[in-house]
């Protein structure tokens, strides 16, 4: 019997569960059916698949779906919040080497498929491998086993040009003659796999969330590349939401942080224009905890504007904590969220969100900035340049033109940061040194706690 | 399936559907709130396992065994993005949905 027919009204039935999911995810009260709903979906499409007439071994596959279930199963339950960057960074490298697996899988078995299948397995081993051997770097750069500063060496554009020259001469080899070209298709894949660290290394921390974005559409559009490859039609529908939704992130992002795509790929954040911003400086006029209880004690409205230093000191709860306080003696609290904080799209949602902050709470910057003037106390966890003034005030500024949440235009603003250390941009901030700034140092969560023990104590 | 067997109209047909899962997935992607997107990364993560799909045509078919090799390899990846994808989309979602008088447990 043929279960060709079967096989792919069942990938129809499958794209629109993905498609009604994705629609169920544009607001929170649905988005976790929606998830469900996508599951459902592609639970379908594999078991369907089992019944294609090429397989005729199970033994391998199940062995390694069950290896599979384990990890991926494992990684879910034990991953922290605030390393949801670094694992989804994991998982587009994941979906990259499948790809490129699958792509490889089918020029190993058909050599001579004809030119559209080998130039999209071409397609598919080359987006593939980069997006692998990238996102672990960008892995490794998140979780702090790598530098996240940017590397940067003389003829690094130089190198990748030749690079991307040299796989794309292969490439035509490769494609003239795929019968004999297997070698050639080797070191396409090595090729591969070395562009993906050399795009991703001389990019820093602070830009991780435009290359996650990036690299989740990549990883989608390889799975794209392997559908048409493999003539799969689930794979090309699935392969090209992913596709979709990385560039609109990327879109996002970039526009965020008022740079294009090619600043961010190539810019190396922070070495451009170096010594050409104004000087800072100034006094720092420094608090302590029993302080800062006394100013906020004295508010009607406080704003928090968390950033990368609240994941990392993992002080979203401890937060929290303070917020119910405040909220306690009737000053209104709100959270202001910026695009880029922290290190992945919406990093500072999933926080609060996992400290059980309601959403109603949470402020996107537009909305903040319309009011900021009305607030009285702004308290900054652990961000710095998504509050940088330098971002509207100074022309030479390397982050000039980026939208900020223009937290100096509130009554009093409390930093709480462990150092004077710049930010990522490498730049100073001139918001430290206004007149109505007061900095609380040390370990952020340490710092909350101590002005809750304030609050306590009276 | 045999991809030798697909024609011109074939090869036409798949690029149909693909320039309109782009238009699709950019209608309604678009949509999701800034305050989702790290759960739509993780979601898109899944999704992306669909390579799954052809990972275990390969895995299972009379390849050889380089096939087989790369095919379950695919499979272990794919299933990684499709297992950890969902649960941990759901794990956040779950945290998103709570309600304020929950939220006191």
Redesign the interface.
Request: hydrophobic share 60%; proline share 3%.
């Given at each position: 019997m043929n279960f060709?027919l079967l096989i792919n009204g069942i990938y129809i039935v499958a794209?629109v569960l993905?498609?009604y999911?994705?629609?169920l995810?544009?607001?929170?009260?649905t988005?976790?059916r929606g998830?469900?709903i996508?599951?459902v979906g592609?639970f379908l499409?594999?078991v369907v698949?089992?019944l294609?007439e090429?397989?005729?071994?199970?033994r391998?596959?199940l062995?390694?779906?069950a290896?599979?279930?384990v990890?991926?199963?494992l990684?879910?339950?034990i991953?922290k919040?605030t390393q949801?960057p670094e694992?989804?960074a994991l998982?587009?490298g994941?979906?990259g080497?499948?790809?490129l697996?699958?792509g490889?899988?089918?020029y190993?078995?058909?050599p001579?498929?004809?030119l559209?299948?080998m130039t999209t397995v071409f397609l598919a081993v080359l987006i593939g491998g980069v997006t692998f051997s990238g996102s672990l770097i960008a892995w490794g750069k998140l979780s702090e086993l790598m530098p996240g500063r940017p590397m940067l060496f003389r003829g690094q554009t130089l190198l990748n040009g030749l690079l991307i020259i040299v796989i794309l001469i292969g490439g035509s080899l490769f494609l003239s003659n795929p019968e004999a070209g297997y070698p050639i298709f080797l070191g396409i894949i090595l090729l591969s796999l070395v562009l993906g660290v050399m795009v991703v290394i001389p990019i820093g921390g602070a830009d991780m969330p435009v290359v996650?974005?990036l690299l989740?559409s990549y990883?989608?559009i390889a799975?794209?590349a392997?559908?048409?490859?493999?003539?799969?039609?689930?794979?090309?529908?699935?392969?090209?939401?992913?596709?979709?939704?990385?560039?609109?992130?990327t879109n996002?992002m970039c526009k965020a942080m008022n740079r294009s795509l090619y600043n961010v790929l190539f810019g190396g954040f922070g070495v451009v224009k170096k010594g050409a911003e104004a000087e800072v400086g100034g006094e720092v006029k420094a608090i302590l905890a029993q302080d800062t209880y006394y100013i906020l004690e004295a508010a009607s409205a406080v704003a928090f504007v968390p950033g990368y230093g609240l994941a990392v000191s993992q002080a979203q709860h401890v937060l929290k904590e303070l917020g119910d306080l405040l909220e306690e003696r009737g000053i209104e609290v709100s959270y202001a969220?910026h695009?880029v904080a922290g290190r992945?799209?919406?990093?500072m949602?999933?926080l609060l969100?996992?400290a059980?902050v309601?959403?109603e709470k949470?402020i996107?910057m537009e909305q903040i900035n319309r009011r900021i003037g009305s607030i009285d106390v702004c308290v900054i966890i652990g961000a710095n340049d998504i509050v940088n003034p330098a971002a509207r005030e100074d022309t030479n500024s390397s982050i000039y033109g980026m939208p900020i949440i223009e937290v100096d235009r509130s009554k009093t603003v409390i930093v709480l940061k462990r150092s004077m250390a710049p930010g990522f941009a490498g730049i100073g901030n001139s918001l430290f040194y206004k007149e109505n700034t007061r900095m609380l140092f040390g370990d952020a969560k340490e710092s909350l706690g101590g002005i809750i023990a304030e609050f306590k104590n009276v | 399936m045999d991809p030798q067997a697909c024609n011109d109209a074939c090869l036409i047909c798949m690029a149909l559907i693909l320039v309109l899962s782009i238009f699709i997935g950019f209608e309604v992607i678009s949509k999701v709130p800034s305050r989702l997107h790290t759960p739509l990364m993780s979601g898109s993560n899944a999704i992306s396992g669909i390579t799954l799909v052809g990972a275990v045509i390969a895995a299972g078919s009379v390849g050889g065994t380089m096939a087989v090799i790369l095919g379950t390899l695919a499979v272990v990846f794919a299933t990684v993005n499709v297992v950890g994808g969902y649960v941990v989309t759901d794990r956040m979602l779950q945290m998103f949905q709570k309600k304020p008088e929950e939220s006191k447990k």
């Open positions: 060709i794209a993905f498609i999911g994705l629609k995810l544009t607001s929170p009260v988005a976790r998830n469900l996508s599951a592609m499409a594999v698949t089992l294609n090429e397989i005729i071994d199970y391998w596959m062995i390694g779906i290896v599979g279930s990890i991926g199963a990684f879910a339950r991953v919040m949801m694992m989804v998982f587009n994941f979906g080497i499948a790809s697996l699958v490889w899988g089918a190993h078995v058909m001579r498929a004809g559209f299948v996650i974005s989740n990883s989608g799975a794209c392997a559908g048409l490859a493999i003539r799969n039609n689930i794979l090309i529908v699935a392969g090209a939401f992913v596709g979709a939704s990385g560039i609109i992130l996002v969220i695009p992945m799209p919406g990093h949602n999933v969100a996992e059980d309601p959403y949470l996107e | -």
